[in-house]
T-cell receptor, first 116, second 114 residues
Framework: EAGVAQSPRYKIIEKRQSVAFWCNPI?????LYWYQQILGQGPKLLIQ????????DSQLPKDRFSAERLKGVDSTLKIQPAKLEDSAVYLC??????????????FGPGTRLTVL | GNSVTQMEGPVTLSEEAFLTINCTYT??????LFWYVQYPGEGLQLLLK?????DKGSNKGFEATYRKETTSFHLEKGSVQVSDSAVYFC?????????????FGTGTSLTVIP
């Protein structure tokens, strides 16, 4: 079974530039998550999709971050414009469905973003 | 609200030593509890899980028991190996205002030396 795919693996940009990350979840997984993991911290949920609808984006900085999941499969996360404090690893995860026993999440390898 | 607190690292052990990484949680309702592991340069992988009180999750020699009375889910291994060097995250899946959500601890870095 193929895992969660993410690209690119690494990205270096200057502040005020824009950047986009892509995620392809495990086939059949209805729920998709984007996390931000700052060095030395645990992952922080940015946004959660159920199929192509947003379930939770309460911690997404909406003035600069946006995400979409067209057709309920692939997802993209965009930052525009980037700030120095956005330097982090951006993790995508998917699960069969939210809640309870089935909420085991499968993670992609992440995209390491460095903002100079 | 929901939160997870785990012991700070880094932890350095000799091969074959006993490992304990403490994790306590605060949650409304009845959360599921997880340990994830992140090997250098890789994404998070599920190590073990428990979905109700007194359940014991186990995998690759690691164990953790869901203790409702002490709100804990400590990770243990009787004899660590160099290959266990990684960052370990305790997490819970619990109810939030928008449905179930995952909450991660800050992670504990483990280095096992030969």
């Amino acid at each position: 079974e193929a895992g969660v795919a993410q690209s690119p693996r690494y990205k270096i940009i200057e502040k005020r530039q824009s950047v986009a990350f892509w995620c392809n979840p495990i086939s059949g997984h209805a729920t998709l998550y984007w996390y931000q993991q700052i060095l030395g911290q645990g992952p922080k949920l940015l946004i959660q999709f159920q199929n192509n609808g947003v379930v939770d984006d309460s911690q997404l900085p909406k003035d600069r971050f946006s995400a979409e999941r067209l057709k309920g499969v692939d997802s993209t996360l965009k930052i525009q414009p980037a700030k120095l404090e956005d330097s982090a690893v951006y993790l995508c995860a998917s699960s069969l469905r939210p809640g309870g026993f089935y909420n085991e999440q499968f993670f992609g390898p992440g995209t390491r973003l460095t903002v100079l | 609200g929901n939160s997870v607190t785990q012991m700070e690292g880094p932890v350095t052990l000799s091969e074959e030593a006993f490992l304990t990484i403490n994790c306590t949680y605060t949650a409304t309702g009845y959360p599921s509890l997880f340990w994830y592991v992140q090997y250098p340069g890789e994404g998070l992988q599920l190590l073990l899980k428990a979905t109700k009180a007194d359940d014991k999750g186990s995998n690759k020699g690691f164990e953790a028991t869901y203790r409702k009375e002490t709100t804990s889910f400590h990770l243990e291994k009787g004899s660590v190996q160099v290959s266990d060097s990684a960052v370990y995250f305790c997490a819970l899946s619990g109810a939030s205002n928008t449905g179930n959500q995952f909450y991660f601890g800050t992670g504990t870095s483990l280095t096992v030396i030969p």
